[in-house]
């Protein structure tokens, strides 16, 4: 496996700008989920797929936040009319799910900075 | 619902000494316990995990961490730290019905020679 990979790593925009993140699971992994952590905080659920289907998503997770997973395989985040409250890391992990306990992989994150 | 709360937002410790990282949660359900560890502008590394049977759970670097139901506990610990072992690390929860995980506010170990 070669791992979670998301890209880009850093992103500065202005606010008001649209802003879109990907992210690549471990191949075959069936779950795919989006975490924010903001500075000094743990990551926090923001939403999750199993192959194509989004399952869940949390409050934290405004109008302006959509993620889609179209195949099943990779994912995107996008952020519309970024405000400055949305500057955080943006967590991806994927898992391979079959009924019972899982591990969570994580990639290396996106860091957003809105200006 | 489930929460995780990490004591200690700092823990100072000399190379070679003892440390603990403490973590209680909180949940009306059976779950699973999980510590992450993350090095600076990194994401996250399972270190260990408990999921079920032998409450103790060691990593392949020296931790370990004890299951306490009745404490509704998960405290990390390593007998002898290395300046290497520096970072944030992360105690977080999984309930056995939903895959989610709730994550505490971190740690951070700094060791100093």
């Known amino acids: 496996d070669t791992g979670v990979s998301q890209d880009p790593r850093h992103k500065i925009t202005k606010r008001g700008q649209n802003v879109t993140f990907r992210c690549d699971p471990i191949?075959?992994?069936?779950?795919l989920y989006w975490y924010r952590q903001t500075l000094g905080q743990g990551p926090e659920f923001l939403t999750y797929?199993?192959?194509?289907?989004?399952?869940?998503k949390s409050r934290l997770l405004s109008d302006r936040f959509s993620a889609e997973r179209p195949k099943g395989s990779f994912s995107t985040l996008e952020i519309q009319r970024t405000e400055q409250g949305d500057s955080a890391m943006y967590l991806c992990?994927?898992?391979?799910?079959?009924?019972?306990?899982?591990?969570?992989?994580f990639g290396p994150g996106t860091r957003l900075l809105v200006l | 619902a489930q929460s995780v709360t990490q004591l200690d937002s700092q823990v100072p410790v000399f190379e070679e000494a003892p440390v603990e990282l403490r973590c209680n949660y909180s949940?009306?359900?059976?779950?699973?316990l999980f510590w992450y560890v993350q090095y600076p502008n990194q994401g996250l590394q399972l270190l260990l995990k408990y999921l079920s049977g032998s409450t103790l759970v060691e990593s392949i670097n020296g931790f370990e961490a004890e299951f306490n139901k009745s404490q509704t506990s998960f405290h990390l610990r390593k007998p002898s730290v290395h300046i290497s072992d520096t970072a944030e690390y992360f105690c977080a929860v999984m309930d056995t019905g939903f895959q989610k995980l709730v994550f505490g506010t971190g740690t951070r170990l700094l060791v100093s020679p």
């Open positions: 797929f199993q192959n194509e289907a989004q399952l869940e």
């Open positions: 949940s009306s359900v059976s779950v699973y």
């Open positions: 992990a994927s898992s391979s799910w079959t009924g019972g306990a899982e591990t969570q992989y």
């Open positions: 191949s075959e992994h069936n779950r």
